[in-house]
């Protein structure tokens, strides 16, 4: 292998090595931000619930608030959904408990205590 093969091979191998490095990078920028809208959406929606109660409560019902409840046990969902990923994409794990990034083989959540199961 002649000196300008061995160098054209190394820098074949370092320009794949960035491309995976920027596509891991989007990636992860892309799931912090549907994080964050998420997290915008379950804010507004818990003003929407805050406005109701307040409105219920002038009135003396509450029906208007259950499709409410379900919009953010919904977007909760999704929230966790994304928090996982975000943690596979770091390597580390969540707190069953306060969803907070722990390490894998942490045995206590380091921010709440919680006792954590190894998977």
């Known amino acids: 292998m002649s ?3 061995l160098i054209k091979s190394k820098v074949t191998k370092t320009a794949r090595s960035a491309a995976k ?9 892309r799931c912090k931000l549907s994080l964050m809208e998420v ?15 307040y409105e219920c409560a002038e009135e003396g019902s509450a029906p ?5 409840f379900e919009t953010v046990t919904a977007l909760k969902a999704q ?15 969540l707190c069953p408990e306060c ?10 959540c380091s921010y709440c205590g919680c006792s954590t199961e190894k998977e």
């Open 3 to 5: 000196y300008f093969d």
């Open 21 to 29: 490095a920027s596509g891991d990078a989007v990636d992860y920028a």
């Open 39 to 53: 997290r915008d959406d379950i804010a507004t929606n818990y003003k929407r619930i805050g406005q109701a109660v």
């Open 64 to 68: 208007e608030l259950e499709k409410y």
């Open 79 to 93: 929230e966790t959904e994304l928090l996982e990923k975000l943690a596979q994409m770091k390597k580390v794990r």
């Open 99 to 108: 969803l907070k990034e722990i390490s894998k083989d942490a045995e206590f």
